[in-house]
């Protein structure tokens, strides 16, 4: 499977690194509000993120796809078991390799969907207190791999070639911390995003 | 340190809870310290936290009745077991505290046979009681009954636990309805309720007969409705209670098995515009 995504990965940035010679292309920066769910009983505050992207149009409906995603710092709820107090914090950064599908109103608005694959790296920070003679401390460990990601959202241009964009974006991390704990697990990001295109 | 352990007539597995205080005050295991259950086929870890500071519960299967062993134990991995990240990669482990090693064993004594009352009781005075008679065990077990009450007047709910004790494993005793139900506009009651682990104790047993579907802070004390003024359904769990021993470590507490059985009562406060 990794080997299959990492061969998919290669080829995709191979055609967009020699999409680039073109001139049909678009970067957008975009700001995301972003929510992980680590599929347990976690209950992650909403987090902050920026990605940066470069499409290139094959047609003009078809456009690769490279990312770049960085997120702030996400916390998990304070907790309190039979241990202690503790509080969970993931980070993340990903690049995001794919295609982009577009469709092109007469108005100037347009929609499009994204879906390709990712390579990330996440760092899970913890943080415990057991009491005041048992202070605790803080304590990281980081993991990275592969996984996917989808997208969809629409684009409103404000000249022939400055859009902004409203966009959905899921992305799933798989099989996080897989082969050093017996605890793995994936990792979901949803986010919500805004953000400004130029196309040149 | 207090630990009790309760097998009742109608489930399988043994109510454990124990509690920790040091010079009477409550104090949290912490670090991967824990209490640990068990027999000679099954275990478990205390990792239910009660409403109060300091006190832990689980069930633990019964197979057949034999003692209990009951000790505090390190195990920082298994103590974290219910978080959702990998707790076997990232945790702090400060060690071994100064209670880990310390045990008790528990006994059971032998079950409880009600003779009456056979039926759910209707009540209609706090001023009522209940005769209340069983098989002597003649093994000079103590007796206890814990009350877990909730009354609604309409409006509202309160729910609470409350503990009488019972004078002698002789069959023979006389439950004054004062003892658990109480009136608040007469003041604070003066009701022996249920504290720490007891406290736990019960709450893990209704939640088993329930078969989870109770609240998690059922008996933790709601005083919305005047119980005097409302209809009140009463649970009784009368126990046979046997003590245990610690071991050497312990020079205070106590340690607690018992039997329990149930009988249900309803008190409804007399209106006078009835019929």
């Avoid at chain 1, 080997?3 to 967009?16: D, N, S």
């Avoid at chain 1, 974006?169 to 996080?176: A, R, T």
């Avoid at chain 2, 057949?64 to 990232?90: G, K």
């Avoid at chain 2, 209609?124 to 877990?148: C, H, K, Q, Y």
Wanted: charged residues 20%; contains cysteine.
């Amino acid at each position: 499977m990794k080997t299959a995504m990492r061969t998919l990965i290669v080829a995709l940035l191979y055609l967009q690194t020699h999409a680039v010679l073109a001139d049909r292309m678009q970067l957008d920066i975009n700001y995301l509000l972003a929510r992980f769910d680590a599929g347990g009983n976690d209950e992650f505050s909403s987090n902050k993120a920026i990605a940066i992207r470069h499409n290139y149009f094959f047609r003009d409906w078809l456009a690769s796809d490279l990312s770049l995603l960085v997120t702030d710092k996400a916390y998990d709820d304070t907790r309190q078991d039979v241990v202690g107090y503790y509080r969970a914090a993931l980070q993340s950064q990903a690049i995001l390799f794919g295609m982009k599908l577009r469709h092109k109103a007469k108005s100037p608005y347009e929609a499009y969907g994204r879906l390709g694959l990712q390579y990330w790296r996440t760092e899970l920070e913890v943080e415990e207190y057991f009491n005041a003679s048992i202070p605790g401390g803080t304590v990281t460990a980081d993991d990275s791999g592969y996984g996917y990601y989808i997208g969809i959202g629409g684009a409103h241009y404000i000249t022939d070639s400055l859009t902004i964009q409203l966009e959905f974006l899921h992305m799933k991390q798989l099989d996080l911390f897989e082969g050093s704990s017996s605890q793995p697990f994936d990792l979901g990001i949803n986010a919500l995003s805004v953000g400004l295109g130029y196309r040149f | 340190m207090y630990a009790e352990a309760n097998l009742h007539d109608t489930v399988e597995d043994a109510q454990v809870a124990a509690a920790v205080f040091i010079d009477g005050e409550p104090v949290n295991l912490v670090g991967g310290d824990i209490f640990a259950a068990s027999t000679e086929t099954d275990s478990t870890l205390l990792l239910s936290r009660g409403y109060y500071d300091g006190t832990y519960s689980a069930s633990l299967p019964m197979t057949s009745l034999s003692d209990i062993f009951i000790q505090v134990i390190h195990e920082p991995i298994e103590a974290r077991e219910d978080r959702w990240y990998p707790v076997d990669l990232v945790n702090i482990d400060p060690g071994p505290g100064e209670l880990v090693g310390t045990s008790a064993t528990i006994s059971f004594p032998p079950e409880i046979i009600i003779t009456s009352p056979t039926e759910p009781v209707k009540l209609f005075s706090i001023n009522d009681t209940i005769e209340l008679t069983w098989v002597p065990a003649g093994m000079g077990d103590n007796m206890r009954a814990l009350a877990s009450v909730e009354c609604t007047d309409g409006l509202a709910v309160t729910r609470y636990g409350v503990s009488a004790d019972i004078n002698d494993d002789d069959g023979h005793e006389i439950l004054s309805l004062s003892n658990i139900i109480f009136d608040s506009r007469e003041g604070a009651p003066v009701l022996n309720f249920i504290s720490e682990a007891a406290l736990v104790l019960l709450q893990d047993l209704l939640n088993q007969l329930s078969a989870g579907n109770i609240d998690p802070d059922y008996v933790y004390r709601n005083t919305d409705a005047n119980p005097a003024e409302s209809t009140c359904d009463i649970r009784i769990f009368v126990q046979r209670l046997r003590e245990g021993i610690f071991d050497d470590a312990f020079d205070s507490g106590s340690v607690t098995g018992g039997r329990s059985t149930e009988i249900q009562a309803q008190y409804t406060a007399f209106n006078p515009l009835d019929n």
